[in-house]
Structure formats: C-alpha cells, structure tokens
C-alpha cells in the first residue's frame, strides 16, 4: 500500500521561505515522475512542479527561480523548498507520485 505523508506548511511572511516534505512508503520514488501542485480558494489545482524519472525538473511560471523540487532517497521523498514567498502563493500543496498517488495536502499561507 502506497502512502504519502506531507507536511511542512505554515504561516508566513511574505519573502519568507518554507519546506514541504512528502515522505513515501510502499514505493520507491527512483526513476518515477515526481510533482507538486496547488490549490487556492476558488480555484482549480494548478501544477507547480516536477521531476521526471531522470532528475529533469520544470516549473510553473510564476515559481520559476523561487522554488525548487528535490528527491530526497534516504528518506524516500520528494522536497519543495520555497523561497521568496509571495501572498499569491497562499494555498493548499499537494505531492503527487508517478501521476497517480497524491498526498494529502499541506496548507500554506503567506501573508503580513
């Protein structure tokens, strides 16, 4: 059985930075497409990031040079660290394996 286990999210200041962390079990994440999304109030989920089973990795736009998406293999993870945070980046993150699995959401709010 696959789980994923996110955690990470918080309140932050905007320019401020933060980590998200979704740590798997029942699957290894080598050589598998790995991502983040996000959804904010009212909105559909959008897609944030990922990495592909060669290390590759590709952002949304607005995130560009402000995130970075990491496989963490001694923990079986998949890392978002966020930096230069900004109030339109208030959301809920969700990881999502090989495009099947997903966790469970992790809530992130930036604002003053």
């Known amino acids: 059985q696959v789980q994923l286990v996110e955690s990470g999210g918080g309140l932050v200041q905007p320019g401020g930075s933060l980590r998200l962390s979704c740590i798997v079990s029942?699957?290894?994440?080598?050589?598998?497409?790995l991502g983040w999304y996000r959804q904010a109030p009212g909105k559909e989920r959008e897609w944030v990031a990922h990495?592909?089973?060669?290390?590759?990795?590709n952002y949304e736009d607005s995130v560009q040079g402000r995130f970075t998406i990491a496989r963490d293999n001694a923990q079986n993870a998949v890392i978002l660290q966020m930096n230069s945070l900004k109030p339109e980046d208030t959301a809920v993150y969700y990881c999502?394996?090989?495009?099947?699995?997903w966790g469970q959401g992790t809530q992130v709010t930036v604002t003053s």
């Open positions: 999502n394996i090989g495009g099947r699995w």
């Open positions: 029942g699957v290894r994440l080598s050589n598998l497409v």
């Open positions: 990495m592909g089973g060669n290390g590759d990795t």
